[in-house]
């Protein structure tokens, strides 16, 4: 029997969904008397909340795990519990309690049985519980807290697209999407509790549907209309699942902020086609035609794999191409990770790491120019910021602009104001900004 622990850290590794997940775990345990700590070594349980997207997310758990587990040694009753949740909990499940001796392991649709898990760790009990049940889990979960001004809300959860490289579809299951009336019954929490902004989550966010014809863009319509909302935004996106209604959302909805995440992944046809993507070079291309027809302000991102198993250099090369072609205002890039169980990690011609290494150079250079060139376009345009954080030095505030950018500006706006500035100068990954402007 070990004491049941009075104080709690959640440690979130990886996505967006991660986050809102680690999020809705404190909320329930905080529900059962706990106290949050900041300090994960001072914390009686410790929730890794794990990510298995690439080896080295995976990796990262276990020397985290091990970390943990020395500083515990010699503690006795004093020691923490650890919990692992997420996707390497799903994934790889018993097998962690007979690798890492840890107390709990709870998979991301069961995280809501969490404080009967530690209850049973505490008693002696193996505390495992990797279920997809078909109950949703969100109805189990305490009614949302007091947020900061951009909140997450996941409204979509699972892919059924199987990309032959990605372990999503086997750790976070199939697509399925919540409750329209839940998910605006917690928009409307979120903002009662102080969110100004909320990012809608999912796997594939532009697959929701309520089951009949109603789709992501009908609840952005319908979420616009809450008092107090700002802004809206949602990620990430699949470009099949890019319906006009959408598209006409960016054009009609004035808090539905001009940015799309929109991952292609790579720029040769055969590669998409090896990677089941299912939309080629071309299609992805007019589609984000449409889209700036639509908004023609829009910043665009996306993901981008390089080294898919039998990628030539003249291939990688086609993405370059594309990347030219789209401008993106940021985006994500990684060298390809052969996982267990995916199609892609049994096929040949697997590229070396030196390939590897030198192409996702060649691609994030490219990147990193399209970033700071949208930066520094946006200089002379004024918008509204929404005032995130304190910055780092004295009297200086970090924001967000509609198109996600980062702005710096000084003066006295309280985090959750959203204030008119003029963008006056841009970095790569920041731009600063004024208030006291000619309009
Ligand atoms: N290797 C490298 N990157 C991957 N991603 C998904 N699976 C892998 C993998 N096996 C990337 C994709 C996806 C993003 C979330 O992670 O670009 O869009
Ligand atoms: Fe993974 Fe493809 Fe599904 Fe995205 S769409 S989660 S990359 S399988």
New binding site residues.
């Given amino acids: 029997m070990k004491p049941a622990p009075k104080t709690f850290a959640v440690k979130s590794f990886g996505c967006q969904m991660n986050v809102y997940d680690g999020e809705r775990m404190a909320e329930l345990m905080a529900a059962q008397g706990m106290t949050a700590v900041a300090d994960a070594n001072a914390a009686d349980l410790v929730v890794l909340n794990t990510c298995h997207i690439r080896e080295k997310a995976t990796e990262k758990v276990f020397s985290d795990i091990g970390r943990l587990r020395k500083d515990r040694a010699g503690r006795g009753e004093a020691a923490p519990m650890i919990a692992v949740a997420g996707c390497v909990a799903q994934a790889e499940g018993a097998e962690i309690v007979r690798r890492a001796k840890v107390d709990v392991v709870v998979g991301p649709q069961a995280y809501h049985n969490l404080p009967r898990l530690v209850a049973d760790a505490a008693a002696g009990t193996a505390a495992l519980d990797t279920d997809m049940p078909a109950a949703s889990k969100f109805g189990a979960l305490p009614a949302r807290r007091k947020v900061g001004p951009s909140a997450f809300l996941t409204v979509q959860e699972g892919?059924d697209?199987?990309?032959t490289y990605?372990v999503?579809?086997y750790t976070r299951g199939a697509e399925v999407s919540r409750p329209f009336a839940a998910i605006v019954d917690e928009a409307k929490a979120l903002v009662d509790a102080g969110a100004r902004e909320i990012t809608l989550l999912g796997?594939?966010v532009n697959a929701w549907t309520d089951g009949d014809d109603r789709g992501l863009h009908d609840l952005i319509r319908t979420l616009d209309r809450i008092p107090g909302l700002a802004r809206i935004r949602y990620t990430t996106s699949?470009p099949n699942d890019m319906a006009q209604g959408l598209i006409d959302a960016h054009r009609d909805v004035e808090s539905l902020m001009p940015f799309l995440h929109l991952?292609v992944q790579a720029g040769s046809d055969r590669v998409l086609k090896a990677m089941n993507r299912s939309h080629t070079c071309d299609s992805y291309l007019r589609l984000l035609d449409r889209v700036r027809a639509a908004r023609p302000d829009i910043a665009l991102s996306g993901d981008f794999i390089v080294g898919f198993p039998g990628e030539t250099d003249a291939e990688f090369a086609e993405t370059l191409r594309l990347v030219d072609a789209v401008g993106y205002a940021q985006a994500f890039s990684f060298k390809y990770s052969p996982r267990p169980g995916t199609p892609a990690a049994d096929m040949g011609d697997q590229i070396p790491d030196a390939v590897m290494v030198n192409r996702l150079q060649q691609l994030q250079d490219a990147l990193n120019r399209d970033q700071l060139a949208f930066n520094e376009e946006s200089v002379g345009r004024t918008c509204e910021v929404l005032i995130e954080r304190n910055g780092k030095l004295p009297g200086q505030k970090l924001g967000k602009s509609p198109w996600l950018q980062s702005v710096l500006l000084s003066g006295e706006h309280r985090i959750g104001d959203l204030v008119t500035v003029q963008l006056t100068e841009a970095g790569p990954n920041s731009l600063k900004a004024t208030t006291n402007f000619a309009s």
């Fill in positions: 892919c697209k199987f990309c990605c999503v579809p796997q594939n699949h991952p």
